[in-house]
């Protein structure tokens, strides 16, 4: 069965602590890996795509990483606006095959 | 700028009482779907429509209805058949293929059952 699972449930960091966030999918045949930051209460955002083992993609103190079996999403130093859920998502076929999410709190 | 518009933000529904949440995007993407969100579960796939006038069942169509007469709006009925409708629900649309940045999502209808 294809699925995706995401670890820790939830991290609590301090403000410039850095930490990574692990996303592993068991889906054949993917056509791409997606991660999404979602606030409380709204829809989630479109952070990096990722295509292939061995590709990374960076954006502010964000970094995604991705291997044939897990992707990676890096914080380094982390303020407080970084807190939210990030999700992560594996496309294949048509559709998407969505995780549960990583609630990241990050304190002052 | 455009987006994806779902109203209502809070929505409460009575036993039995069939509700309808809308969905409205203006990015001309041709594909459409519908998600609902618990807490600590993955989104679930309820129906999707990759052009108009046609809509296929997701992982947990039971109890919902959809429609596609236009292009822009993907309105989901929540019948009386859904035995647990409470959730958040999201709607999202992408260009045919999902291309590079995946789906765009609406902000959400919470639904509550009272």
């Known amino acids: 069965e294809d699925q995706v699972t995401q670890s820790p449930e939830a991290l609590r960091l301090q403000e410039g602590e850095s930490s990574s966030l692990n996303c592993s999918y068991t889906?054949?045949?993917?056509?791409?890996l997606f991660w999404y930051r979602q606030d409380p209460g709204k829809g989630p955002e479109f952070l990096f795509t990722l295509y292939s083992a061995g590709e990374e993609k960076e954006k502010e103190r964000l970094k995604a990483t991705l291997t044939k079996k897990e992707s990676f999403l890096h914080i380094t130093a982390p303020k407080p606006e970084d807190s939210a859920t990030y999700l992560c998502?594996?496309?294949?076929?048509?559709?998407?095959?969505f995780g549960p999410g990583t609630r990241l709190s990050v304190l002052p | 700028d455009g987006g994806i518009t779902q109203s209502p933000k809070y929505l409460f529904r009575k036993e039995g009482q069939n509700v309808t949440l809308s969905c409205e995007q203006n990015?001309?993407?041709?594909?459409m779907y519908w998600y609902r969100q618990d807490p600590g579960q993955g989104l679930r796939l309820i129906y999707y429509s990759q052009i108009v006038n046609d809509f296929q069942k997701g992982d947990i169509a039971e109890g919902y209805s959809v429609s596609r007469e236009k292009k822009e709006s993907f309105p989901l009925t929540v019948t009386s058949a859904q035995k647990n409708p409470t959730a958040f629900y999201l709607c999202?649309?992408?260009?045919?293929?999902?291309?590079?940045?995946?789906?765009?999502f609406g902000s959400g209808t919470r639904l509550t059952v009272v």
């Open positions: 889906v054949s045949g993917l056509r791409g």
């Open positions: 999202a649309s992408s260009t045919s293929g999902q291309g590079a940045r995946g789906y765009t």
């Open positions: 990015l001309n993407h041709d594909a």
């Open positions: 998502a594996s496309h294949y076929g048509q559709n998407f095959v």
